[in-house]
């Protein structure tokens, strides 16, 4: 079992700067998988980024390269999104995912073990 509390979010203007961060529990996290999807209004969840157990690997999807930065300290079991040069097009209900073992290089929801609540992101312009 894990457990995922998700924190950072906020109300930024375009341009501007969060760090999300999403506290993680359970024995498991530290060999997991873990990733960043967010939820638009009116829009279906997508993935936004991934990284590996090591931290070696980290994937993103095209809108956010260059932009976003995924990173994880499993020593405090905590893995973090730092979001830079934010869009009106970025604001969403960000979630943290644990991926399965079965699937750690997954995008899907049908690849996650277990979601975080969710932090909303708002960006104005």
């Known amino acids: 079992q894990v457990q995922l509390v998700e924190s950072g979010g906020g109300l930024v203007q375009a341009g501007g700067s969060l760090r999300l961060s999403c506290a993680a529990s359970?024995?498991?996290?530290?060999?997991?998988?873990m990733g960043w999807f967010r939820q638009a209004p009116g829009k279906e969840r997508e993935f936004v980024a991934r990284?590996?157990?090591?931290?070696?690997?980290?994937y993103y999807t095209d809108s956010v390269k260059g932009r976003f930065t995924i990173s994880r300290d499993n020593a405090e079991n905590t893995v973090y999104l730092q979001m830079n040069s934010l869009k009106p097009e970025d604001t969403a209900v960000y979630y943290c995912a644990a991926f399965k073992f079965t699937t750690p290089r997954g995008s899907g929801g049908r690849d996650i073990d277990y979601w975080g609540q969710g932090t909303q992101v708002t960006v104005s312009s």
């Open positions: 990284i590996s157990w090591t931290g070696g690997y980290t």
């Open positions: 359970g024995r498991t996290f530290s060999s997991r998988t």
